[in-house]
């Protein structure tokens, strides 16, 4: 049940930052499309992470408030 809610925010987050890097590199790089591929794509990989890590933080700070 869980990877089936976080699914969705995964891909969104993925094509945010994907989209994020091509414009980074187009705009900062030298344009090329092998600059802004490898940019968006390390942007997306990235990116895929970004759920995951929100999910755990505020389940740690969760934890925290009821520790306390």
Known sequence: MYQQHLTPWIIGA???CA???AWFGHH???????NIALLS?????????????V?????RLRARQRAA
């Open 14 to 16: 993925v094509l945010v």
């Open 19 to 21: 989209a994020f890097g």
């Open 28 to 34: 900062i790089g030298d344009g090329g499309s092998g």
């Open 41 to 53: 794509a390390t942007c997306a990989v990235l990116g895929s992470f970004l759920p995951g890590a």
């Open 55 to 59: 999910v755990w933080v505020r389940d």
